[in-house]
């Protein structure tokens, strides 16, 4: 500061420099702002039109009569087949849909074994089959755990069935890219995976499918972009989400967005290289935020926050629901099933698929949650480039401890939802598109034959008619507190330490 100030005193020519300077930042920083504010020609074109009160009414009064259930799909889903089956995760947001259409389609709750290190907590699933269900409490990054759930004898009715084994548990860190998130992940979603993996073999299992994510391809958004480029986008500022990253080497650590997507991508692999005819494996990446209960982080998390801190309004995403997610699962499974498969096409590599409609803005979402939940909500818009410049102290900060140990235990941790706010946050959340083109195909073109069975408007707004049907008349005080994913991921991580 004496510096600047001593400069500014003795000359005209260093005080006209100074300000020069503080009016190029302050340019450039609305010139950022402005792009990422702004929506590319071809998003626009890809995107829905923005959705309306009216069709929202529609839909909520469509589905308030007739909801779109596991029960009113079931049509929708492979035939049953005899098998016996492991869901680890099943207590989960995938996993409990798995176990619940598994149910539909008539499956016995004997046939089904939930591994998972959460209760069971889902509404639907503590009552009437599923809660028949045997559910075994499960550390995955523990082998001895793993074993003992696997090696648990079954009703000798289906013990002499094939075994299929859907493996959806992992934990999830979304905007965190430093080596020490990795280890914390690796553990549970890279060693957690060997570890199911190398149980599912040991119990005899021939079908193995894992979930995987979207975000496995996402490349890292570049937004400080040349001020001179003054019509043109950030790089990779608009990505298609699919999976051609996977016939290519493994990309190093730093080309992921995060931490959690490459341990993802390297579960992934472990999981489609393990395919071979006694044991065929494949992947589902999901793409992009996954929806469709209150502990979901896209819908549920904002519903049972109220108050919803937004500046991405304008960003285009694919969504997909949980319903339509487990869908794929038992659709590759179908396939899978087929003994001579592993030489098929489909045999061990991933699928992505999405929500069967075009990818809608956060502010359609935000829109819908506004004006048809019974609980209060609304947004309050920041300024996007403010939330990136503090996005990026937030991660000097945070890396401090690592880099100077000595800090450790001086300097407070960064609490609540502050520690996302990073700056990889900033290329989960860019103009993200899916397609469910491969994962569509009929089975004898490469694909696993997937429909989805509820598009992202009737999915959105039903899971807001289920919110209001638990909350209307109810005091603030009696709302029902969700616990997302991420705060999950939270706890256990505290646990494990
Ligand atoms: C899933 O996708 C299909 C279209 O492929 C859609 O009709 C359906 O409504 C979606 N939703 C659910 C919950 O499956
Ligand atoms: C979603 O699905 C419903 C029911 O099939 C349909 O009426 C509606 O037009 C669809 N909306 C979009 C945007 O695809």
Redesign the pocket.
């Known amino acids: 500061m004496d510096i600047i100030q001593s400069l500014l005193a003795q000359s005209p020519v260093g005080r006209s420099a100074v300000a020069a300077f503080g009016i190029g930042l302050v340019l450039y920083l609305i010139f950022i702002n402005n792009r990422m504010r702004g929506v590319p020609d071809d998003m626009k074109r890809l995107k829905q039109k923005p959705w309306t009160f009216e069709m929202l009414k529609e839909a909520y009064a469509r589905l308030e009569k007739n909801p779109?259930t596991v029960k009113t799909?079931k049509d929708?889903l492979p035939p049953k087949l005899s098998r016996r089956y492991v869901v680890v995760g099943g207590n989960g947001l995938v996993g409990g849909y798995i176990v619940l259409q598994l149910l539909a389609r008539g499956q016995s709750p004997e046939s089904i074994r939930i591994v998972d290190y959460q209760k069971m907590h889902r509404k639907d699933m503590l009552e009437g089959p599923a809660a028949e269900i045997d559910v075994i409490h499960t550390d995955i990054s523990s082998v001895a755990s793993t074993d003992a759930a696997f090696t648990k004898a079954w009703p000798s009715l289906v013990a002499k069935l094939p075994l299929t084994v859907f493996h959806t548990a992992a934990v999830m860190v979304p905007s965190d890219r430093s080596q020490s998130a990795y280890k914390f992940l690796e553990r549970i979603n890279i060693e957690g995976t060997k570890n199911v993996l190398a149980a599912a073999r040991k119990a005899g299992a021939d079908v193995f499918i894992s979930t995987a994510s979207g975000s496995i391809s996402v490349r890292n958004v570049e937004l400080w972009m040349a001020p001179w480029r003054l019509c043109g986008w950030p790089k990779n500022y608009v990505q298609p989400l699919n999976e051609a990253d996977f016939s290519r080497p493994l990309r190093p650590f730093t080309e992921f967005y995060s931490a959690y997507a490459a341990s993802k991508a390297t579960a992934e692999r472990i999981v489609c290289d393990a395919n071979c005819e006694r044991l065929r494996t494949g992947t589902i990446r999901p793409a992009n935020g996954i929806y469709?209960h209150p502990t979901d982080n896209v819908v549920g998390s904002p519903l049972n926050l109220a108050t919803c801190p937004a500046w991405s309004y304008n960003i285009v995403n694919s969504f997909?629901?949980?319903?339509?997610?487990s869908?794929a699962h038992l659709d590759f499974e179908a396939v899978l099933a087929d003994p001579r498969s592993s030489t098929m096409p489909q045999a061990g590599r991933p699928f992505t698929v999405t929500?069967?409609?075009a990818p809608i803005q956060f502010q359609d979402m935000y829109f819908a949650l506004e004006k048809l939940s019974v609980t209060p909500f609304r947004t309050v818009p920041l300024i996007p480039v403010h939330m990136l410049v503090t996005a990026y102290m937030i991660e000097f900060y945070m890396m401090l401890p690592h880099r100077f140990p000595i800090l450790k235990d001086i300097l407070p941790k960064v609490s609540g939802d502050a520690k996302y706010l990073q700056p990889a946050l900033f290329s989960i959340m860019t103009h993200l598109y899916a397609t469910?083109d491969p994962a569509?195909k009929p089975v004898k073109e490469g694909g696993i034959g997937?429909?989805?069975?509820?598009?992202?408007t009737?999915?959105m707004v039903?899971q807001i008619v289920e919110w209001n049907n638990e909350h209307i008349g109810r005091q603030e005080n009696a709302w029902v507190k969700y616990k997302s994913s991420m705060t999950l991921a939270d706890e256990f991580e505290d646990l494990q330490k």
């Open positions: 779109i799909t929708r469709g997909i629901h949980g319903m339509n997610c869908l929500d069967p409609n469910n569509s997937y429909h989805g069975v509820i598009n992202t009737d999915g039903q």
